[in-house]
């Protein structure tokens, strides 16, 4: 029953959505909660280790085919599948995070097709999130797996240098715009064009600085995910860098 509760629940929130705007495409990204954050839901703490640095530790793509949460993700499965193939949204795609080599990305491939999401049935797109230094390094490979990416410049910014996002004491040095990182986004970007995929990116940092837009404008970008609040004013800052 409680897993019933579950699906309905999780479909009926996805479809409210995707229905709103078929049809346009509505990427729904799948749970990408951490050990720490898992454990303090009710009933959370027995199934979840603690770790040290829950930032870098099991999260996104990696729960989805061990045993300690593959059964889980096989609920989400199933309410994307219901959205899709039982209502006729098929505009719903699935995005799946933090997928650290392309080995897990095949893993959690085949976990969708065993729950009946394979890749392409039904016209299904599946993207990936770029948000570790791999997924740019290995962009081309990361292409021939997915159908499209998203740039989550936090975490990557995060991980290209080294500067743990929470930390207070580090603040200075988190900067999505330093070099290092911008360059992999440009990177990122020229490699999955090349290869037909379509870039997004989803931050903080474009609704709150201006040039960051224009600078993701020139680089090609092809969509900015941000927050209902500052939709207005990002949407004029891409159409001032468009002009230029």
């Given amino acids: 029953m409680c897993l019933t509760w579950f699906t309905d629940r999780l479909a009926q929130g996805i479809a409210r959505i995707a229905a709103s705007r078929s049809p346009d495409p509505v990427i729904v990204r ?7 954050e898992y454990a303090k839901l009710v009933g959370g703490r027995p199934f ?6 829950p930032m870098i530790g099991w999260r996104g793509a990696s729960r ?3 045993e300690g949460y593959r059964e889980g993700f096989a609920l989400e499965c199933q309410a994307l599948r219901r959205v899709r193939d039982d209502m006729g949204l098929t505009n719903v795609v699935v995005m799946i995070p933090f997928c650290r080599t392309t080995g897990e990305a095949d893993r959690v491939l085949a976990v969708m097709a065993a729950e009946g999401l394979p890749r392409g049935g ?5 993207y990936v999130m770029a948000e570790i230094p791999a997924n740019v390094i290995l962009s081309a490979e990361f292409a021939e797996r997915f159908d499209g990416f998203s740039i989550g410049s936090n975490d990557l910014t995060q991980l290209t240098l080294g500067v743990d996002r929470d ?18 986004i440009e990177t990122l970007i020229a490699t999955a064009h090349a290869a037909g995929r379509p870039v997004g990116l989803c931050g903080q940092r474009p ?5 960051f837009t224009r600078f993701l404008v020139g680089a090609g970008i092809d969509s900015i995910s941000v927050a209902p609040d500052s939709f207005v004013a990002v949407k004029e800052h891409v159409a001032a860098a468009e002009r230029a």
């Fill in 30 to 36: 799948t749970s990408d909660f951490k050990t720490n």
């Fill in 48 to 53: 979840e280790p603690v770790e040290a640095n």
């Fill in 64 to 66: 989805y085919y061990s």
């Fill in 122 to 126: 039904n016209g299904l797109k599946v």
């Fill in 167 to 184: 930390s207070d004491a580090l603040a200075h040095l988190f900067d999505e715009t330093d070099p290092a990182v911008t360059r992999s």
């Fill in 207 to 211: 609704s709150d600085d201006p040039a």
